[in-house]
């Protein structure tokens, strides 16, 4: 028997029937662009986070890219990101024109490390753009502050963490604006790509809307160069349908995690593997990472025991060839350097059944 990293047939199983059901109807109305699907997801989205505002977008990337350009973020700007982050973080930087600066994050969690950030703030930085990496929202008691005193914008990164409460908010509701992915393997997964942002800024969330609908808020008027990126309402019917059972899964996953955390030494304590999260900062488990001394010989030995895994992720974004003009010498981010050559997620789907865990439980246990 093995346990694939991830099944998104079996993650999306039990929603399927109730799916069907709403999809006649919706299929009927014939309402492909907006409509009603659409304007339902967003309120019950910026419900959930705790926010005024819920903008659907094509997908994350787009999503961070708008919440940008809303800001006025571009050319001859700075915007600072964590040096470990999935690539389009500082994609979505350049891609409106503006400069990454990485940070180095902390070793226990992965996001921004607090302590460095004012060093990395120069006369051209606008944002600081902290990724909830794995599902653990950022030290942002101690962001915001930093923020506030340079006056600079907080756009978070959100896609990995729908629905953490950390500091007495959700994820996403804590800056300026959160971005969310919603790919098929998130927590709060659609049927393909989607994205969204969420705000307590009405202004914000119009202009964000229209930079995604052709810089249009009226049919065939175009106040601003905008770009085509907007959630598909039938992503919109699913996810609606996903976000009711969000905390369900979420605390599906904390199980799943508790039934790791039994074998998975907390600390380093020079054994071949241990736990990423420093206790008291558990997220909601987009990814179970380990740190490992020797990760091929812990993937070898895993897929042996025929347990699927994946590296979240192998080359920090300042290393890949796209960004070679931003390339710097080796150690400027010791933590993300580490992390990059040593993290290690193993399956964590809610679906997994318990004689599945148990298999990835002693398959671990072998491995130490
Ligand atoms: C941290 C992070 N930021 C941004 C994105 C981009 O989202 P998408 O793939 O929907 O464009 C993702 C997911 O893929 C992500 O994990």
């Not at 607090?114 to 051209?124: C, F, K, S, T």
């Not at 995690?257 to 600390?267: G, N």
């Not at 206790?279 to 990472?289: C, M, N, R, S, T």
């Amino acid at each position: 028997m093995t346990v694939p990293f991830l099944s998104l047939a079996r993650l999306n199983e039990p929603l399927l029937a109730d799916f069907q059901a709403r999809l006649a109807p919706f299929l009927a109305a014939g309402r492909f662009i907006g409509g009603e699907a659409l304007d339902a997801f967003e309120r019950a989205f910026a419900a959930h986070c705790g926010v005024g505002h819920a903008v659907g977008t094509g997908n994350g990337l787009d999503a961070l890219e708008l919440a940008l350009r809303a800001l006025d973020i571009g050319p001859g700007d700075e915007v600072i990101v964590p040096a470990h982050t999935f690539v389009a973080t500082w994609l979505a930087v350049t891609r409106v024109g503006a400069t990454p600066v990485g940070v180095d994050v902390r070793p226990g969690c992965a996001t921004l490390d607090p302590d460095l950030i004012e060093a990395a703030i120069g006369p051209r930085t606008r944002a600081i753009m902290p990724v909830h990496l794995y599902g653990t929202t950022a030290d942002m008691a101690r962001i915001l502050p930093i923020a506030r005193r340079h006056g600079l914008r907080v756009i978070e990164d959100a896609a990995q963490a729908h629905g953490h409460v950390r500091f007495g908010r959700r994820a996403g509701a804590h800056g300026d604006v959160g971005c969310f992915s919603f790919y098929p393997g998130k927590n709060l997964g659609a049927l393909g790509d989607a994205g969204g942002v969420v705000t307590d800024d009405p202004a914000l969330a119009a202009r964000i809307r229209m930079l995604g609908n052709y810089g249009s808020a009226a049919k065939y008027h175009h106040e601003l160069c905008g770009s085509n990126s907007r959630l598909d309402p039938i992503q919109a019917l699913f996810l609606d349908l996903k976000l009711e059972r969000l905390d369900a899964i979420n605390a599906r996953r904390a199980a799943i995690a508790a039934a790791y955390d039994a074998v998975v030494p907390a600390r380093d304590d020079g054994r071949a593997f241990h736990r990423l999260l420093e206790p008291g900062l558990d997220g909601v488990w987009h990814q179970y990472v380990l740190v490992c001394r020797d990760r091929d010989d812990l993937v070898a030995r895993l897929d042996a025991a025929g347990i699927g895994t994946l590296v979240h992720y192998p080359v920090i974004p300042a290393d890949q060839p796209c960004y070679a003009a931003l390339k710097r010498p080796a150690g400027t981010w010791p933590v993300a350097e580490d992390l990059a050559r040593r993290v290690l997620s193993l399956p964590i789907g809610e679906y997994l059944e318990a004689h599945e865990i148990e298999q990835v439980r002693e398959a671990l246990r072998a491995a130490l």
